[in-house]
């Protein structure tokens, strides 16, 4: 057994990267996770935490460094959670989320895994300032005497205060600096989770790169904010881009962010987008990815996996504001999208009718149920896109997924992890023709992937 205690110093060689981007090192058989470390490296290492499978460790000292470490251009890496390979040079990353998908796969082991094709990861030129959407947490901070915005810490409800973040579109971090001034200035209240006192919780503001167009939604316990006229007079003259203020409430204790009810305090309730040549009116709480300019290349992936030649019929399954089923709409017979949240879908058809597209239909609701229902309405789809949530396919999905197979169907996933594990499944009546993953989130460790099916 492995004596190893809290504040120990162990020298590790690191061996590789792990899911969450930590170097992986072992220590008489045991397995050794050190963030901020990379594969090559001799390291100095403090124990912090020790259980009978593993241990973690803090990074002391670096004895031999990788070739391909960097040093970090953002000055709040050491403190955000944001971002996790900042430290490790651009090219290295894309071999990494290559790698991250094979050892989700070794780990699941679905059925012929070895042979499956996984494709270099597509990168971006510039991978700085991409992130169209910043969520940002507001709290009043006792010492200084101010409103500030900014990430916790990663695994603590500790605030870091953030007035430049690199991955941020310029535009989207220069609207929130300029409110959280404003903020200040009319001292609104801001809630504080400990003494259950105040009204804001968070702020988010999203932009439509190709249209300019900014939307700001004040996330509060309640709906009556002094000074909020006020507010709303001075973000109009001092932030032309802003074309949208909502107002979303969520007065529950949760890890989720918006509540149900949104208002619009100003402006339009949507802004507008453009993906490839397919335009799309966004509303506060619906999904959108966050990398517009790596999403036009994951859709046209999901295009061509599709392989379409304009006779098919496509069930675009967690459709959103028909972001993918809009984009291939012109190469297909018919698109039949799905969601549980029903802005989404009124989006959806919005975003269709403004197309001028006529061989869409889209309705609220689960796979498990609409797929009998058109099925039994004498609906036949040749192909399926999904792309679902980090937690992976839902199990009903699944199983209606299994039970009415298409000669193709394309996974887009946002978590290799949940990818390998639903493939397990899936691989029974499916043929994994090839994965290619997207680097949508430069310098995290996160990965989109496109896996393209096909019916045995």
Not at 95 to 115: T, V
């Amino acid at each position: 057994m492995v004596l190893l205690q809290p504040k120990q110093k162990i020298q590790l060689t690191i061996k590789k990267l792990g899911i969450n981007g930590e170097g992986i090192g072992y220590y008489r058989k045991l397995i050794i996770f050190v963030p901020k470390a990379l594969p090559e490296e001799e390291v100095l290492v403090e124990i912090v935490q020790v259980t009978p499978k593993y241990a973690e460790g803090k990074l002391r000292k670096i004895i031999k460094k990788s070739p391909q470490r960097i040093t970090p251009a953002c000055k709040f890496y050491d403190e955000c959670g944001g971002c996790q390979l900042q430290h490790l040079a651009y090219p290295a990353q894309l071999d990494f989320k290559r790698d991250l998908l094979r050892q989700a796969l070794n780990k699941f082991k679905p059925a012929n895994y070895q042979s499956f094709e996984l494709r270099p990861t597509i990168g971006m030129d510039e991978p700085w300032h991409y992130r169209n959407k910043a969520q940002f947490q507001l709290r009043f901070n006792q010492k200084s005497k101010r409103i500030e915005a900014g990430l916790y810490r990663e695994n603590s409800h500790q605030l870091v205060a953030i007035d430049d973040c690199l991955v941020q579109e310029k535009t989207t971090q220069k609207v929130l600096n300029t409110i959280v001034r404003l903020l200040n200035r009319y001292q609104i209240p801001i809630y504080d989770e400990r003494k259950k006192t105040g009204l804001l919780k968070t702020l988010m503001v999203r932009i439509g790169v190709k249209t300019g167009q900014v939307q700001v939604v004040l996330i509060s316990v309640k709906e009556q904010i002094p000074q909020l006229a006020s507010l709303i007079r001075l973000i109009n003259q001092q932030l032309p881009e802003v074309t949208s203020i909502m107002l979303n409430l969520q007065p529950k204790k949760t890890s989720l962010v918006m509540g149900d009810e949104t208002k619009l305090l100003w402006g339009k309730a949507t802004i507008d987008e453009q993906i490839n040549e397919v335009h799309f009116h966004l509303s506060a709480r619906a999904f959108f990815q966050l990398n517009p300019q790596q999403t036009e290349i994951l859709y046209q992936q999901a295009i061509d996996a599709l392989d379409l030649t304009g006779q098919e019929k496509v069930v675009d399954a967690y459709c959103g504001v028909g972001t993918i089923g809009l984009s291939l709409a012109k190469y297909a017979k018919e698109v039949r999208g799905m969601d549980i949240i029903p802005s989404a879908i009124e989006d959806a058809k919005e975003n269709a009718k403004k197309l001028g597209l006529t061989n869409t239909h889209y309705e609220v609701g689960t796979a498990e149920k609409l797929l009998p229902k058109w099925l039994a309405e004498g609906f036949r789809p040749d192909a399926i896109v999904v792309d679902p949530p980090r937690t992976g396919l839902d199990p009903k999905l699944l199983k209606a997924l299994l039970a009415y197979p298409t000669k193709t169907l394309v996974y887009v996933s946002c978590n290799v992890s949940t990818l390998a594990q639903n493939l397990v499944e899936l691989s029974k009546i499916y043929r994994v023709e090839y994965l290619q993953s997207v680097d949508m989130f430069p310098h995290t460790a996160r990965c989109e992937v496109v896996c393209k099916l096909t019916l045995k």
